[in-house]
């Protein structure tokens, strides 16, 4: 949506960075700190509105980065308020939330199989590593008894036919 830049001095009031040496939450028109984030107002550098940039404590990027309400003289950013912060916060964390669910499900699938008049449950855990990536096939019987767990490439698919392919082999590495 905008380019964010972020002031490297921490005497700017509006930068992510300026907290108070206690705990007391930051509110100010343009810079609302409390409940693990921050709502930074910036100047949308895409036209001449205004966004508001959701950072959750401790990460260095924004979690969320959205459109801002004018203010009255349609020049200026509506302030920041308690309302408004407290429904940027459930919105951010709720988009959190689900990024991190998405990230989950494709890294860790499962299904379930019928192989030799047996439910078998077959499931692809990738271990997502820049480096070395990898991923472990395993299957598992409806007691929950490990039958099988092989190493393979983490682009392997895992569908209804790879895993019935895999049981009616024997478990044999793919």
């Known amino acids: 949506m905008t380019d964010i830049a972020f002031p490297a001095s921490s005497a700017d009031s509006h930068s992510p960075a300026f907290l108070p040496d206690d705990d007391r939450p930051v509110q100010q028109p343009r810079l609302w700190c409390g409940d693990g984030w921050t709502a ?8 001449d509105g205004w966004a508001v ?11 969320l980065v959205g459109p801002w309400t004018m203010g009255r003289d349609k020049k200026n950013p509506k302030p920041l308020d308690g309302q408004a912060f407290s429904t940027l916060v459930k ?12 990230l989950h499900a494709t890294l860790h699938q499962s299904l379930e199989v019928d192989c030799r008049g047996a439910r078998i ?30 190493r393979v490439p983490p682009a392997f698919k895992l569908n209804r036919a790879s895993a019935t392919a895999w049981a009616d082999r024997g478990f044999a590495k793919p």
Do not use: C, W, Y
């Open 91 to 102: 919105t951010a964390s709720e988009f959190v939330r689900r990024h991190e669910q998405q």
């Open 40 to 47: 930074r107002v910036i100047k949308n550098e895409d036209d």
């Open 121 to 150: 449950t077959v499931s692809l855990d990738i271990v997502a590593d820049e480096d070395n990536p990898s991923a472990l096939l395993s299957a598992h019987d409806e007691a929950g008894e490990q039958l099988a767990q092989v």
């Open 53 to 63: 940039a959701m950072i959750k404590d401790g990460e260095p990027e924004p979690a």
